[in-house]
């Protein structure tokens, strides 16, 4: 292997000679006349000063058990891992004097961020330092491949107390453990990555997650920074720009790749398809991957897509994989996007290959090209339905893969999941999963050992908290431009005035009901809103309105309404579509959004113009008690005849089958779908302003009988 640089300028840089020194004194050579052989730590003491990074007292004692002073510390600390500066001026303590012993230490310590001052200008050398102090200052000392200091507490015989003082022989054996763990790391190949998933164009969060990739490259300049996925969808800033408000934070960032999320295909139904996802990829600094998505039928990627494993990737461009050299070795990263994408968002002509299949495929690719260290940069879920796909079956089922950066579940990782076994049980390398829960609310690091043949021998990784962190001011003026558009449109009220909220409730500990499985106030004038439009806009006879449970994403709130309010209620940009289905078709469909019922489920059906039962304690499949539509002629609900045809209105996502809808599918396969082109949140605004009361009780549209056993 080639010889790297593994540690940065604030990192352990302790040399081979060091370690040497550490581990071949004995501690008869201390001569310190309280260490005898037998000590504890006698022979980390010892070690370290015939170093010379510690003396005794002038009666020759070393006083193993007594405190350890702060600027004592300093000097053990900044004498074990060779930590110098020549920045002099930097220090400004008015209580340390050059002439004092610990000055050097201080100043390279403070220099480099390892150990901070007081606010009142002091450094306060001979206060102590508490087993926490310690803990902290190690952790700020070793960057590139960050020691686990639970770890080093416990294989320095030293029992961690977070506020015990700490004394200069736990302190010695803790550096000398700290270098013994150096000298075993220094000959793995190291790897760190930051990563984010389903940001979800929280752009206005950027500036902190900016500050918190910029805190991480100070310490390691050459992580590597990976997007999970789902940048579009969710917010104003997208609903205003459509992905051009995230690009300048992405790049500014400068990511590394980010993969295909299913939301990137979102707006795939709108009249100009996928330009606003071509627009953003050709603003990156950065390549696209997706192994598994075709891109070959949609002309506009035509020239932006190759279906190959590229050494040398372009920004801007889409391919299955890349390589990256980093540190003198190449990494492979392939992307993967969840075949379900076909269901849950609006891809057109933009396909979606089996996952393991293009897996293998790249592996092998990466493989060829003598690369074995490989990332997966997945948009498949942790633990999603693996009928389609998800990250643990991916570890299990396709040999090869190091590490799996994924999205999609918004799962919070706090640690990496390792999978070490294959499909059938058997020991198999490592895989390590991380995931960053959502919305940039933390950023996810890891760090990666290989040996020579690219197996994981050792990680650690951890989230950051992104919200306690200042905003970078590079973002802060980045965001301005976007925030004053988005601010006006947010508050531009739209002459409705609610005198209590309308929820848009989840499950959880205190309650079962949910816009996903129960009726609500807010889904039901939603779906008024797209009878009342579809009637307006169609010479067919509009018997009923469904919307999905899960397209509803927020609540309003008491008082006036705003724009904004309205577009994060319905944010995934969807029309207004019609579709003629038969009353056996409308069963199987409802059949279908009341499956996992109680349970909560983004197909559960919200609807108009009709009245729906069902019995969740029967088996998924004959759960429809009874299903009746308004009939205007006689003034009454009659019932839904199978062989009988029906007009009714939807948003296109649902119309043409997503959330599972298969027989909506084959209904817009069939091509009895009308796409109306009608914006789902103007529809819903309008209906506001058509409302002389908002109806705020709820109506009996849709009951589950079991419940009233």
Same mark, same amino acid.
Not at 77 to 105: M, R
């Given at each position: 292997?080639?010889?790297?640089?593994?540690?940065?300028?604030?990192?352990?840089?302790?040399?081979?000679?060091?370690? /040497?020194?550490?581990?071949?004194?004995?501690?008869?050579?201390?001569?310190?006349?309280?260490?005898?052989?037998?000590?504890?730590? $006698?022979?980390?003491?010892?070690?370290?000063?015939?170093?010379?990074?510690?003396?005794?007292?002038?009666?020759?004692?070393?006083?193993?058990?007594?405190?350890?002073?702060?600027?004592?510390?300093?000097?053990?600390?900044?004498?074990?891992?060779?930590?110098?500066?020549?920045?002099?001026?930097?220090?400004?303590?008015?209580?340390?004097?050059?002439?004092?012993?610990?000055?050097?230490?201080?100043?390279?310590?403070?220099?480099?961020?390892?150990?901070?001052?007081?606010?009142?200008?002091?450094?306060? =050398?001979?206060?102590?330092?508490?087993? !926490?102090?310690?803990?902290?200052?190690?952790?700020?000392?070793?960057?590139?491949?960050?020691?686990?200091?639970? %770890?080093?507490?416990?294989?320095?015989?030293?029992?961690?107390?977070?506020?015990?003082?700490?004394?200069?022989?736990?302190?010695?054996?803790?550096?000398?453990?700290?270098?013994?763990?150096?000298?075993?790391?220094?000959?793995?190949?190291? &790897?760190?990555?930051?990563?984010?998933?389903?940001?979800?164009?929280?752009?206005?969060?950027?500036?902190?997650?900016?500050?918190? #990739?910029?805190?991480?490259?100070?310490?390691?300049?050459?992580?590597?920074?990976?997007?999970?996925?789902?940048?579009?969808?969710?917010?104003?800033?997208?609903?205003?720009? @459509?992905?051009?408000?995230?690009?300048?934070?992405?790049?500014?960032?400068?990511?590394?790749?980010? %993969?295909?999320?299913?939301?990137?295909?979102?707006?795939?139904?709108?009249? @100009? $398809?996928?330009?606003?996802?071509?627009?953003? #990829?050709?603003?990156?600094?950065? =390549?696209?991957?997706?192994?598994?998505?075709?891109?070959?039928?949609?002309?506009?990627?035509?020239?932006? +897509?190759?279906?190959?494993?590229?050494?040398? =990737?372009?920004?801007?461009?889409?391919?299955?994989?890349?390589?990256?050299?980093?540190? !003198?070795?190449?990494?492979?990263?392939?992307? &993967?996007?969840?075949?379900?994408?076909?269901?849950?968002?609006? *891809?057109?002509?933009?396909?979606?290959?089996?996952?393991?299949?293009?897996?293998?495929?790249?592996?092998?690719?990466?493989?060829?090209?003598?690369?074995?260290?490989?990332?997966?940069?997945?948009?498949?879920?942790?633990?999603?339905?693996?009928?389609?796909?998800?990250?643990?079956?991916?570890?299990?089922?396709?040999?090869?893969?190091?590490?799996? %950066?994924?999205?999609?579940?918004?799962?919070?990782?706090?640690?990496?999941?390792?999978?070490?076994?294959?499909? /059938?049980?058997?020991?198999?390398?490592?895989?390590?999963? /991380?995931?960053?829960?959502?919305?940039?609310?933390?950023?996810?690091?890891?760090?990666?050992?290989?040996?020579?043949?690219?197996?994981?021998?050792?990680?650690?990784?951890?989230?950051?908290?992104?919200?306690?962190?200042?905003?970078? =001011?590079?973002?802060?003026?980045?965001?301005?431009?976007?925030?004053?558009?988005?601010?006006?449109?947010?508050?531009?009220?739209?002459?409705?005035?609610?005198?209590?909220?309308?929820?848009?409730?989840?499950?959880?500990?205190?309650?079962? %009901?949910?816009?996903?499985?129960?009726?609500?106030?807010?889904?039901?004038?939603?779906?008024?809103?797209?009878?009342?439009?579809?009637?307006?806009?169609?010479?067919?006879?509009?018997?009923?309105?469904?919307?999905?449970?899960?397209?509803?994403?927020?609540?309003?709130?008491?008082?006036?309404?705003?724009?904004?309010?309205?577009?994060?209620?319905? *944010?995934?940009?969807?029309?207004?579509?019609?579709?003629?289905?038969?009353?056996?078709?409308?069963?199987?469909?409802?059949?279908?959004?009341?499956?996992?019922? *109680?349970?909560?489920? $983004?197909?559960?059906?919200?609807?108009?113009?009709?009245?729906?039962?069902?019995?969740?304690?029967?088996?998924?499949?004959?759960? #429809?008690?009874?299903?009746?539509? +308004?009939?205007?002629?006689?003034?009454?609900?009659?019932?839904?005849?199978?062989?009988?045809?029906?007009?009714?209105?939807?948003?296109?996502?649902?119309?043409?089958?997503?959330?599972?809808?298969?027989?909506?599918?084959?209904?817009?396969?069939? !091509?009895?779908?009308?796409? &109306?082109?009608?914006?789902?949140?103007?529809?819903?605004?309008?209906?506001?302003?058509?409302?002389?009361?908002?109806?705020?009780?709820?109506? $009996?549209?849709?009951?589950?009988?079991?419940?009233?056993?």
């Amino acid at each position: 292997m080639k010889k790297r640089k593994m540690y940065s300028a604030t990192a352990l840089t302790a040399t081979t000679a060091v370690l /040497v020194g550490v581990t071949g004194v004995s501690a008869e050579q201390a001569l310190f006349n309280d260490v005898p052989a037998s000590h504890p730590y $006698g022979e980390a003491i010892s070690a370290l000063a015939a170093l010379g990074v510690v003396n005794g007292f002038g009666d020759g004692s070393f006083k193993p058990d007594a405190a350890v002073t702060r600027g004592q510390a300093a000097k053990m600390i900044a004498g074990t891992f060779q930590l110098t500066t020549e920045k002099v001026d930097n220090l400004k303590f008015k209580d340390v004097e050059q002439t004092s012993p610990y000055f050097g230490a201080i100043v390279a310590l403070t220099s480099l961020g390892v150990i901070n001052g007081y606010e009142d200008g002091t450094f306060r =050398p001979g206060a102590n330092l508490t087993h !926490g102090h310690i803990k902290l200052v190690i952790e700020r000392v070793s960057t590139a491949y960050p020691i686990d200091t639970e %770890v080093l507490f416990d294989l320095a015989s030293v029992t961690y107390d977070e506020k015990k003082n700490i004394t200069r022989g736990e302190l010695a054996s803790i550096l000398t453990t700290a270098l013994k763990i150096v000298e075993e790391d220094s000959k793995y190949y190291k &790897l760190s990555v930051m990563h984010v998933n389903d940001t979800h164009g929280r752009v206005d969060v950027f500036p902190k997650l900016m500050t918190a #990739v910029k805190e991480q490259r100070t310490k390691n300049p050459d992580a590597l920074l990976l997007h999970g996925g789902d940048a579009f969808s969710g917010t104003l800033y997208f609903n205003e720009f @459509e992905g051009q408000a995230d690009i300048p934070f992405l790049n500014a960032m400068k990511f590394d790749a980010m %993969v295909f999320g299913n939301h990137e295909f979102d707006l795939g139904s709108s009249p @100009e $398809g996928h330009k606003a996802l071509a627009d953003f #990829v050709k603003a990156a600094n950065f =390549p696209f991957i997706s192994a598994n998505t075709d891109f070959s039928k949609d002309t506009l990627f035509t020239g932006l +897509f190759s279906d190959l494993v590229s050494s040398e =990737p372009e920004n801007g461009k889409i391919y299955a994989g890349m390589v990256k050299e980093i540190n !003198g070795e190449k990494v492979g990263i392939f992307g &993967l996007t969840t075949a379900e994408t076909k269901d849950i968002a609006s *891809p057109g002509s933009i396909a979606f290959e089996n996952y393991i299949e293009e897996a293998n495929k790249a592996v092998k690719a990466f493989e060829d090209k003598g690369v074995n260290k490989i990332i997966a940069l997945t948009h498949i879920g942790f633990d999603d339905n693996v009928a389609y796909d998800n990250d643990q079956m991916l570890a299990k089922s396709v040999p090869g893969i190091d590490i799996i %950066v994924g999205g999609h579940t918004h799962t919070q990782l706090d640690k990496p999941v390792v999978v070490d076994t294959n499909t /059938v049980g058997e020991k198999k390398d490592a895989t390590l999963i /991380v995931q960053a829960y959502q919305y940039s609310d933390y950023l996810g690091t890891l760090n990666v050992a290989f040996d020579e043949n690219g197996v994981v021998v050792k990680h650690n990784g951890k989230l950051i908290k992104v919200g306690d962190l200042a905003e970078d =001011p590079e973002g802060v003026k980045l965001l301005a431009p976007f925030k004053e558009k988005v601010d006006a449109t947010q508050k531009a009220e739209i002459g409705v005035t609610l005198t209590q909220a309308l929820a848009n409730p989840r499950s959880s500990e205190t309650s079962t %009901v949910s816009v996903r499985n129960s009726e609500t106030a807010l889904g039901n004038i939603i779906t008024d809103g797209m009878l009342a439009k579809a009637k307006k806009s169609t010479n067919k006879k509009v018997i009923m309105a469904l919307q999905n449970g899960g397209g509803i994403r927020e609540a309003i709130d008491k008082g006036p309404i705003t724009t904004g309010e309205v577009i994060t209620v319905l *944010p995934f940009g969807n029309t207004l579509a019609l579709a003629d289905v038969t009353g056996a078709e409308l069963k199987a469909t409802f059949e279908h959004a009341v499956k996992d019922a *109680p349970k909560e489920s $983004g197909g559960f059906l919200h609807i108009s113009g009709a009245k729906f039962e069902y019995d969740s304690t029967k088996e998924a499949g004959s759960r #429809v008690v009874s299903l009746k539509y +308004f009939d205007e002629a006689t003034n009454s609900y009659v019932d839904i005849q199978d062989d009988q045809t029906y007009t009714i209105a939807t948003n296109a996502f649902t119309a043409k089958g997503g959330d599972g809808f298969a027989d909506l599918k084959k209904v817009y396969a069939a !091509g009895r779908v009308t796409d &109306l082109g009608l914006s789902d949140w103007e529809n819903l605004k309008e209906q506001f302003l058509s409302l002389k009361e908002i109806p705020y009780e709820l109506q $009996g549209r849709i009951v589950d009988v079991a419940a009233t056993k």
